[in-house]
Every structure is written in C-alpha cells, then in structure tokens.
C-alpha cells in the first residue's frame, strides 16, 4: 500500500488537483505550498503510480526473456549484456527458465503478456503455428535466438552450421582422420525445435562427407558415455571428440581423465561456446568462441528499436572463430 | 495494443456486461452466445486486463531479486531455486544486478517499487538509515540475504563467521600452521555494506588467535596475487592459502599452476561455496559446502508468506560444512 497524492491533499490540507500541480511541476500554484507539498511527498516515500501511468501510457518499460537455464555460462553471460543494454534504455528485465518444457514456456509466456511487457527476447522450445500464432496475436515486439521460429521474428545468434564446419575443417587439418560428434537428443525433432542442435549436427555430416578419407561417428543420447567408450576402443586413426557445447566437453574431459586416457596426446578434444569457466580448466579447451555478450546487446537493442517502431534487420550472425587450445595436437604425426 | 472486451462486444453484437459475464463465468446468459463470445475471444488472442486487475487487487504476482551478478555461479544456482519456487506459487521475477553499485542497487529498487512488485529479496550493497527508511517506507515485503540490514528484515544465510572457523579448525586439525586467508577488501567498510566479507574475516582471525602456534596472515587487496607470491616464498611451516570463495580458490590455483606450485603438495588450498564447476577441476578442492538450493528456495517462501500476512522467522540460516577434497592434504608429516 503507497502513499496516493489524495493522502498527501489531506495531509496538507489542499486538494488533489493541487498536489497533482506541484508533483508535476505545473503552475498555479503558491510556490511555499510547492515546497510543503514536495517535503511531505519525500518524507512519505511518494511516487507516481506507475502502474496507472502505464495503463494510460501503453507501456510498462518492462522487458522479458526466456532462457532454458542459467547454469550453463553461456546463458548466464547473455543475461549480463541483455540486462545492462536494458537498463541503460530505461527499461528493466523479467527472467524466466523454461527449462526446455514447452508448456512452461507458454505458461511463462502468458505471463509476460498478461503483465504487459513492452517485448520479449525469447530462446524457444516451441515451435509449431498455434505458438507462432500466440506470439503474433500478442502484438507484443519480439526477438528470438538460438532456436528459430518460421515466423518473421527478428532472429539473433550465429551461423551454427558453419561453425561446427569450421571445426571439422580446423581438426581434419591437424591431421584427424576419425571424429566422434557429441550432441544433445536428436529424436525429440518434431516433438520440441531443436533448430540450434540440428544445424550443428548437419555441418558435420555435411563437412565429413566432403572430406574422403574421415571416419565419423556421431552419438546423440543421453547416456553417451558408454558408446563414447566403445568407439573410442576400437579406434586407431588420430581421433578427436568434437563436442556441441563446453559443457558437454568438461563432462567428456572429467569422464577420460577418470578412464586415464590423455589429452590431447590419446584423444582430442573440442567444445563450443568458450564459456568463461574454461580458463580454469587443463589442458586448456580447443573450442569455438563468439561474442555472447554480443548477442545478448543485439537482442536488447533490437528488441528496443522495434518497441520504438524503428526498422530492425531480421537476421543478425555475429561473427565465430575456432580457438586452438591444448586439447587439440597440432601435429600431424603423433 | 491487445483485445479489449469492448471490441469483442462490437463484434458480436452484445453489451460489455453480456461480454464480461460470458468471460467471467457468470449467469444470466444465453449458452450460445457465451459460446461464440470465447470464441470470438480466443480467435482474437483476448487475455482479461491483468494490470488493471492489479491496480484493483492490490497485487501484481510479481517478485524482484537484486543479485550482484550471476557470473559467480552460487547466484545463478540460488536463482534458480528462488525462480522455481516462486513460479509454483504463482508469481514472476525480475532479476536485476546490482554490480555491487550502491546508486544502481537504489535505482533498481526504485524501478521495482514503481512497477508494484509485491516483494523484494535483496542482497544489499546499501547499508544505511536512508536506505533501510525507503525500503520501509515502500512498506513492500522485503527478505535479505548475504549481506545484513540493521532492521527489522527477515534474513536467509549460513553462519559466515562460523564456517570460516570451521576451516580453520580443519586446516589446523590437518597439521597446518600457516595459513594466508584471501579476502575480498575489507577498506570498502563504511562505505558500502561489506557483512559477508567481514565476518568471514572475524571468523578467520578469531579462529587463528586461539590456535597458539599459528601463523596467519590475510590479504584483502584487489592485487593479491604479488602480496601472495611474497608470503609463500617466506614460509617454511605447513602452509596453506584458505579462500573467502571458490571463485578466489580458482584463480589462486591457476596461477599457483603457472607457477609450478604444486596442490596439495607444497602448499594447500581451500576455497568456500562449493559452485557446479568444481567437479571438473583437478585437483578437487577443498572448500565450505552449503546447500544454496535451500536459501533460494528459503527467500521466495518467506517472501511469499509475508506477502500473505503470515509470520516468518527473522533469521533463518542454513547449515554448512567442509567439503574435502585433494587440494589439502590430510597428512600431518608432509
């Protein structure tokens, strides 16, 4: 319960179109009463109800975004860059995890809207018309990233398929003649968007076929460990495990270092994200590195400038590279 | 702009009450016309008018969570339990992060007590009469944590001072006889709230004081790492560095690594919070385990209960331990 400027009328025993006068610095008005109306103001903790403004205003200057989770730094590291470009243009930030369960995503979604926020940066499970056609009917601006949507959302993220060619290519030139892929679940295509896992996936078939003489593997379950462990027995090319995510990578390097098989000098190594964790980690992790906070500015930026009815581009890749680290030979005869 | 009732009315060719009673539920209504009321209404993506609601009801079912950040992994661990449990009661967060600036924590608490939260947890950076007179004034639910408020605001934690004293008693129980306790800097006293820091700090030297042949020495400047190097060359006790968290542990090991230091051998390390990534650093350390689970799951019930009106306990502090790991060795004779 706050102070309403009817309270501080009473307390100063004036009317409210007085008060109104001297809150919002209008004239008519004696200039000491001015100065007692401010004081008591002050002194209880008066502020303008926001809520009625914004009914009146159409706007709550107030934004949501959806993550899956924050443990995984790379989520926790956009939130960062997503918050701070927020603030700095006024607005502040509801974060829901979706926990990749799509009917919390559109329990959460709801939510949002219901509470008006001006817009939403969204990383979706969902995938289907019926969810598109949610988004749309909102009228709510929206920017998504990481999953796509078919709809003409503004899209934010990197070019997923070409960074994972890009490993291949980078691990074929030192000298790997068998890479095993490491991926999330592919089965649940059709049941939730796996844009992201997908697009990975299909640069490294796409990138191992065009190379003739690689061997290539790829486990996509979620007990991967003790097919990993198979195929990494029967192997005697130069091999390498190429992960979908860091996270992945620090499981698979936790899981070799307990099997006591070395790397890089047994097996390479690589990862995905270059999450701010890896410098504690030896031998430091091959992997690929782009501009998160890049993306979580973008996505507030966007998001903002459409809330603003400027033009905004419908797709924005930042910019990837493969990071050579230890867990990687670079040596083609080891 | 979303769908208001009186639009679905126009388009049905009904009054707003007959519009209001079909989307309420309520009777005195032909069953045909509610019919093609809602679905008129679902078509167009109408949603009932949650802040007008608000405005009307008192509440917005909406919490705020001020954090420093969530790069230290214990905040994003605890926002997730904060978010999971609020969620199954039926409200939305935002989370804003402080930075630990005392005007952006003010600034952010303004922005929420503008958007009509119904309750705030909060880890101070303020510490002041001013600041603890807004929050109530705000007259909002308020649960702190970490850091403390002189009045009268409920308060989720561990026994820092104890926890520390713990480590002490197991590092000296070890056969240690020097120990160098990593601070964060205390001179901030006065100047922002330090309550964390400072009983860790309290802790340590109490702890030291009552073992009468332990040498002990604390750093608390932000250049550690040259103030370290010289205690460490100078020692020739048993001698182990002792973390006010883990995220001190693992930069003080990375660079102990660079220095052909090694862990446990030559000198021990104990870091404190135990975070995620701990499981794939070798070797494993030592550190004060807590289950951060429990205090964010702790803040959105006691929160949620006073905003009910319920009694809550002013304190509540969870229980902790030391957690062995590799990085102290437990051998007397080393």
């Not at 008060?19 to 008066?46: C, F, H, M, Q, S």
């Not at 205003?57 to 701070?84: P, R």
């Not at 078919?150 to 997923?160: H, K, L, Q, T």
């Not at 230890?326 to 080891?334: C, F, G, K, N």
Request: some cysteine; aromatic content about 8%; proline content about 4%.
């Amino acid at each position: 319960m706050n102070i309403t400027s009817k309270q501080i009328a009473e307390l100063c025993g004036v009317t409210r179109g007085t008060v109104d006068r001297a809150l919002n610095n209008r004239p008519g008005i004696n200039p000491e009463t001015r100065v007692k109306i401010l004081r008591v103001a002050e002194e209880l903790g008066y502020r303008p109800h926001f809520l009625a403004q914004s009914l009146v205003k159409g706007h709550t200057k107030t934004l949501g975004i959806v993550l899956f989770d924050i443990h995984n730094q790379i989520f926790s590291q956009l939130f960062h860059a997503f918050e701070a470009e927020a603030r700095k243009r006024g607005y502040i930030v509801y974060l829901v995890l979706s926990n990749r369960d799509k009917d919390l995503e559109l329990e959460y979604i709801n939510n949002l809207l219901d509470r008006r926020v001006d817009g939403i940066a969204l990383l979706p499970t969902n995938f289907n018309k019926k969810f598109e056609t949610l988004l749309t009917r909102s009228r709510t601006p929206i920017v998504t990233f990481g999953n796509r949507l078919s709809g003409p959302f503004p899209y934010v993220w990197i070019d997923d398929k070409q960074a994972i060619r890009d490993s291949v290519a980078f691990l074929s030139s030192q000298g790997y003649r068998h890479l095993i892929y490491l991926s999330p679940p592919l089965m649940r295509k059709g049941k939730e968007n796996i844009y992201v896992p997908e697009q990975r996936y299909l640069g490294f078939i796409e990138a191992c076929d065009e190379i003739s003489d690689m061997r290539h593997n790829v486990i996509a379950q979620k007990n991967y460990l003790a097919e990993l462990e198979q195929l990494i027995e029967k192997t005697n090319s130069k091999s390498a495990i190429l992960c979908s995510s860091d996270v992945y990578a620090l499981e698979v390097l936790k899981w070799l270092k307990s099997r006591k098989i070395r790397v890089p000098e047994q097996i390479g190594l690589m990862g995905f994200d270059n999450i701010h964790v890896l410098k504690y980690i030896n031998p430091s992790l091959t992997t690929v590195d782009y501009n998160v906070n890049e993306i979580g500015t973008k996505l507030a930026d966007i998001l903002i400038n459409q809330i603003n009815n400027d033009e905004v581009p419908s797709e924005t890749l930042i910019a990837h590279h493969v990071l050579q680290g230890e867990s990687v030979t670079l040596d083609r005869d080891l």
